[in-house]
Nanobody, 127 residues
């Protein structure tokens, strides 16, 4: 599966953005999808993930209550709605896919669990 992330940009603190992750191929609905981010000088970190059916999600504590992950398997697309953005959310955001092996509630968080990655989209939040 090939992934392409989009929707990043420059916003002010408190604003919202929605990132999209478009997938190619007809097997998108067999993959869990995760969003990760990497700030300059820092390691890539988990942000949110969603199961292949879309009924199980996980979030990093730093974004819980502000970000929401969703997916539309009919459109081969996953989304990350980001609200109440803070300057510390500034990073390159990546979407990734992990084969679910049939696990309906499989929602991995480690970077190493994901075999497929998009190219990243930059989110900059000014104070």
């Amino acid at each position: 599966v090939q992934l392409q992330a989009s929707g990043g940009g420059l916003v002010q603190a408190g604003d919202s953005l929605r990132l999209s992750c478009a997938a190619s191929g007809r097997t998108f609905n067999t993959y869990a999808v995760g969003w990760f981010r990497q700030a300059p000088g820092k390691e890539r970190e988990f942000v949110a993930a969603i199961s292949w059916r879309g009924d199980s999600t996980k979030y990093a504590e730093s974004v819980k209550g502000r970000f929401a992950i969703s997916r539309d398997n009919a459109k081969n697309t996953a989304y990350l709605q980001m609200n109440s953005l803070k300057p510390e959310d500034t990073a390159v955001y990546y979407c990734a896919a992990a084969f679910a092996f049939g696990g309906a509630y499989y929602v991995p968080t480690p970077v190493s669990s994901y075999a497929y990655w998009g190219q990243g989209t930059l989110v900059t939040v000014s104070s």
